[in-house]
């Protein structure tokens, strides 16, 4: 079937800028027939967003990003259709929401300490979680960087005086809570990951026997041709699905809704092979 998807967004509710509703227009707008949101670490704008799908002829993927920890690397699982309401997911968030304001409290204080004037009040206006973006995207609106990729490279990037860490979950159980809740757990962006090839297809073997079930392969960074086969030829390998999106942030992040790299877009067959693993 024509038309195109994209199954890697996220809204105001983490550490985007669009609105659920206005993710859905612009997809609308723009001819994409199916995208999924997948805010980081919460389920708070999935409601919204299912909603504006019906009414604008949009199709949804309900669907989550978790942070989580493999090997000493941070590696982020996508997880689609799953049941975000089910009590193992509503407890695991409230986890996660603690331990990552508990960081962001730390980390501003550090930039107080630094001489930048960031009070709790210059965040009111997020409706979910606060993440290091946000953070970022204060910063720039007050003057205080150039631009936000900045705060990242000189204040709050990793390695950076105003970083701070966090526990994570590991990878393998964030992969058997999405499946625990009836979805379906997805690597996200490989190519962010720098590993070697043999070390990533060592744990892409794991987290399949744990229940992974595909690669995010149309990704619009690092994913050129020859990153896209390898990840196509692992795929094949361990019968996992092929998926694409752009990690739209709005506002947040220089790249286009429904499309990879390159201007590739992502072609709607990706989201007709993962409605078919639904449980």
Request: charged share 30%; hydrophobic share 35%; net charge negative.
């Amino acid at each position: 079937m024509n038309g195109y998807v994209d199954l890697h967004t996220h809204s105001c509710y983490s550490d985007g800028t669009d609105s659920p509703e206005a993710i859905i227009y612009k997809a609308a707008a723009t001819g994409i027939r199916a995208v999924a949101l997948t805010d980081h670490d919460t389920v708070a704008g999935l409601d919204e967003f299912s909603k504006s799908g019906q009414e604008q002829g949009v199709e949804t993927v309900p669907g989550i990003e978790i942070s989580t920890q493999m090997r000493n690397i941070e590696v982020h699982i996508l997880g689609y259709y799953l049941d975000h309401r089910s009590d193992s997911m509503k407890n695991f968030l409230i986890g996660q929401k603690n331990s990552r304001r508990e960081k962001i409290d730390k980390m501003l204080v550090r930039l107080r300490e630094m001489g930048f004037d960031i009070k709790e009040e210059d965040f009111t206006g997020s409706k979910g979680i606060v993440t290091r973006g946000s953070v970022a995207g204060v910063m720039h609106k007050k003057g205080f960087v150039r631009y936000k990729k900045e705060a990242f490279e000189k204040y709050i990037g990793e390695g950076q005086p105003a970083f701070v860490d966090r526990e994570r979950i590991g990878a393998i159980k964030a992969v058997e809570l999405i499946v625990d809740c009836g979805g379906i757990p997805v690597i996200a962006h490989p190519y962010l990951y720098e590993m070697e090839d043999d070390e990533f297809e060592s744990e892409i073997k794991t987290l399949t026997d744990a229940g992974l079930r595909g690669i995010e392969v149309l990704y619009p960074e690092g994913h050129t041709d020859g990153r896209e086969m390898f990840y196509r030829t692992l795929a094949k390998k361990y019968s996992l699905l092929i998926t694409g999106g752009s990690d739209y942030h709005g506002d947040n992040k220089t790249v286009k809704l429904g499309f990879a790299l390159n201007n590739k877009k992502i072609p709607y067959e990706i989201f007709e092979a993962l409605k078919e693993c639904r449980v």
